[in-house]
């Protein structure tokens, strides 16, 4: 039996050359030798306000991004988070197996809910309790997750030996977190300490899988860099240069080392700017016209979302009986 992987985003601002680098591109591959399920997280993204209309666009263009860039759902099963109501369920449930405390810990919640100002809403607090459902429905082995995530699958995993010990069975798979090695972390263009963000409000900051290659282009030309002309990897001293240099690998599928060798003797960035946002585009171009064909056939998504749905909630549905049973409700 293949491993199982299960993996999520949410449908919330523009996929970003770094979605693509930091998970698109390992969930692609491990596609042939793994049990892959690959969820848009729309549960999650109401955490956040939502237009209605927007939110409903998004979730149509994630999801034909997801397939665009190869997620195929022969393969792997493609769903959306709340067609399988079983994650909502096992939500409410674990909520009775974790804690205020070691909720209140989460970075991302301290992060969040000082910039949302008004709209600390319970779910957000809540979040991770449902992201820790979302892996454990399925038996989960391995979760692929950025350096971010790191904090919620360890709650995941908490909460996964604590049920398992409280009922002294094995109900859950406590999962391991899959970090790739690799360029899973691409900075802003702007603010090159900070991550590349889907969300971020500032255009320049990100590329967008969908942006046009002119606009990528000029992206890239006016990355931060640093006031030096030397081309090294140094992301402490130089962390604009060496995030293009990361960039350039991930595009190009090569270490950054590799990528060094095209620079040396190079005096200046103009070139590698240049070089990467024409290695961007190359990647996305074909990526956009299959994206243009999937999404200009929404019955045809339809079909394959509620595919997906059905197979997931199979599964999910079995799990969660489990829990239900060993608790003590009727089932
Ligand atoms: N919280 C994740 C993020 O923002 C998204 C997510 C939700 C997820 N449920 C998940 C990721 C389950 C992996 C597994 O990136």
């Not at 293949?2 to 591109?25: D, E, F």
């Not at 991004?65 to 709340?82: E, H, M, R, W």
């Not at 991550?195 to 006016?222: A, F, G, H």
């Amino acid at each position: 039996m293949k491993p199982i992987v299960l993996s999520g985003i949410q449908p919330s601002g523009h996929m970003t050359i770094g979605n693509y680098i930091g998970a698109m591109r390992n969930w692609v591959a491990m596609q042939d030798d793994h049990d892959t399920l690959f969820s848009l997280v729309d549960l999650h993204a109401i955490t956040v306000k939502q237009d209605p209309k927007d939110l409903r666009e998004r979730c149509y263009d994630f999801v034909a991004l997801y397939l665009a860039c190869g997620i195929d759902p022969n393969k792997s099963t493609v769903f959306i988070q709340s067609h399988v109501h079983q994650h909502a369920e096992l939500g409410w449930i674990l909520n009775c197996y974790a804690y205020m405390g070691e909720l209140n810990r989460m970075t991302q919640f301290k992060d969040k809910s000082g910039k949302q100002g008004k709209n600390i809403n319970v779910g957000l607090f809540d979040y991770p309790v449902l992201m820790a459902a979302d892996i454990l429905l399925y038996g989960t082995d391995k979760v692929p997750v950025g350096q971010d995530q790191k904090q919620h699958l360890e709650l995941a995993r908490d909460i996964a030996s604590r049920f398992n010990n409280q009922y002294n069975d094995e109900v859950f798979t406590v999962p391991e977190p899959f970090i790739p090695k690799q360029g899973a972390r691409i900075m802003s263009l702007q603010e090159p300490t900070a991550k590349m963000s889907k969300s971020d409000s500032i255009e320049k900051n990100y590329v967008s899988l969908l942006d046009d290659p002119k606009k990528i282009i000029k992206k890239l030309k006016s990355a931060v860099t640093d006031s030096e002309t030397e081309i090294r990897f140094d992301r402490e001293n130089k962390p604009g240069v060496s995030n293009l240099l990361e960039l350039m690998g991930g595009v190009t599928d090569r270490t950054v080392e590799e990528v060094l060798k095209d620079y040396e003797g190079v005096e200046g960035y103009g070139k590698l700017k240049i070089d990467t946002g024409e290695a961007i585009v190359a990647l996305v171009e074909p990526i956009q016209q299959r994206f243009h064909e999937i999404r200009s056939d929404q019955s045809a998504m339809r079909d394959i979302l509620k595919q997906g749905a059905e197979k997931a909630s199979e599964r999910a549905q079995d799990q969660l009986d489990k829990v239900k049973d060993t608790i003590g409700l009727i089932v």
